[in-house]
């Protein structure tokens, strides 16, 4: 299960959940609840003993994306179905999401056995873990998946325990950006803008995971926007954009802070 506005989580959760498959009923099928769009996050999920779900979700400053809050809360449930949480982070930290999904997941009634989180090319730019999980990644990704299966095979589930993750427990705050003065910048507001390029193909309005794209005009964006990026790298002719002075600029810092190769980190 995932969320994935640009598509990183989608690759890693898929591939985690193909190998943990194999490892543990080799040639049985995964199944795949991709509940990025509103429509999916209106149907209810219930889990029980001898189902595994790998669960994905990006990181948004720091944490849970909060929109989804209310429905991982409410809209799935489990009774000693075993979890595996992932998180995805844009190559400056994942701080408190991992830790905070794994508690979500507790709350629902499952057994977080092993927990991850990976790198995907940052939501805000395309060179800032541009072409992220890349092969190093998915690498990483089937060894974890091996051991969790390993793992998985040879304990008691009844008697597991969450296992250990980092973060702090009590979640910190969402990471707020800073301007040059110091002072928070709250882009919470900000839109994308649309160019004249834009021969209404409606991809944009099919892909926003807040239904805020009216298909009927494209151009505009009518609801909540959480910047998840998913409008801006999808439009085949690059029309989508954020133009805000406040966005770019904490997007350039990142670029320019965060420029080193984050690594993933994985619990078992
Ligand atoms: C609103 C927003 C906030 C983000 N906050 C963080 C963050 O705090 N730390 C980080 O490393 N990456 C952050 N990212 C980057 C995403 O976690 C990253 O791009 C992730 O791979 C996106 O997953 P997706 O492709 O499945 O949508 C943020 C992205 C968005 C859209
Ligand atoms: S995806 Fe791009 S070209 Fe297609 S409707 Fe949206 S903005 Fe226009
Ligand atoms: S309008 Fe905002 S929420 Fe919708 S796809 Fe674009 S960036 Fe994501």
């Known amino acids: 299960m995932y969320f994935s506005g640009t598509g990183t989580t989608e690759k890693i959760v898929t591939r985690i959940a ?37 669960f994905g979700v990006p990181t948004y400053a720091g944490r849970v994306p909060n929109v989804l809050l209310p429905y991982i809360k409410d809209g799935i449930r489990a009774d000693n179905a075993i979890a595996v949480p992932v998180v995805m982070f844009g190559n400056r930290d994942f701080d408190d999401s991992l830790i905070e999904l794994e508690e979500l997941l507790v709350g629902d009634g499952f057994k ?70 110091g002072d928070p910048i709250d882009i919470r507001k900000v839109k994308p803008v649309t160019g004249d390029e834009c021969d209404r193909c409606g991809i944009c309005a099919e892909v926003c995971p807040m239904g805020s794209i009216p298909k009927s005009d494209p151009s505009r964006c009518d609801g909540i926007c959480i910047k998840c990026g998913a409008c801006v790298k999808k439009c085949p002719l690059r029309c989508k954009t954020f133009t805000d002075e406040k966005y770019l600029y904490h997007m350039h810092e990142l670029e320019e802070m965060y420029a080193r190769r984050a690594e993933p980190a994985t619990f078992l």
């Open 112 to 181: 977080p056995v092993a927990a991850a989180a990976f790198v995907g090319e940052h939501a805000f730019s395309y060179k800032l873990a541009a072409g992220r999980p890349d092969e190093l990644d998915m690498k990483t990704a089937v060894r974890f998946a091996v051991d969790a299966a390993v793992k998985i095979k040879t304990m008691s589930i009844t008697e597991a325990v969450p296992v250990r993750v980092s973060g702090q427990p009590l979640v910190r705050p969402y990471y707020t950006p800073r301007d040059r003065n």
């Open 18 to 54: 193909e190998t943990i498959a194999e490892g543990l009923t080799p040639g049985k099928d995964i199944t795949v609840f991709d509940f990025t769009s509103p429509s999916a996050r209106k149907m209810t999920h219930d889990f029980g003993e001898g189902d595994l779900v790998v």
